[in-house]
């Protein structure tokens, strides 16, 4: 068996890109497929069939692999973080008072 060489670009002050993926979306797809592990051997200690197990893993880690990418070409480095924030901002603030606007 050959060793594999795989090259990580990273220039200066920029994130790191692995084959497509950029920066938070790495590790996102290293924790799926340490669930999909979990997954998989909860699945056959339970008694399911091999196949079966197997059946499910390689579909749940093909719609991972899929979702992963899509957010990663969607939101971008940072995009995801700034779309998860912007979703805690209210669209509306109602005061029912005069109080905040009075000084004492």
Request: with cysteine; hydrophobic share 45%; aromatic share 10%.
């Amino acid at each position: 068996m050959s060793n594999s060489v795989y090259q990580v670009n990273k220039g200066i002050n920029k994130s790191i890109e692995f084959k497509g993926l950029k920066a938070q979306y790495i590790w996102y797809l290293g924790g799926g497929i340490a669930g999909l592990l979990v997954g998989f051997s909860a699945m056959y200690l339970i008694g399911l069939p091999s196949l079966l197990c197997v059946g499910v893993i390689l579909i749940a880690g093909a719609l991972l692999v899929m979702k992963v990418y899509g957010m990663s070409n969607k939101y971008g480095e940072h995009g995801l973080m700034k779309a998860m924030a912007r979703k805690q901002v209210p669209k509306i603030i109602k005061i029912r008072g005069r109080q905040l606007f009075l000084k004492k």
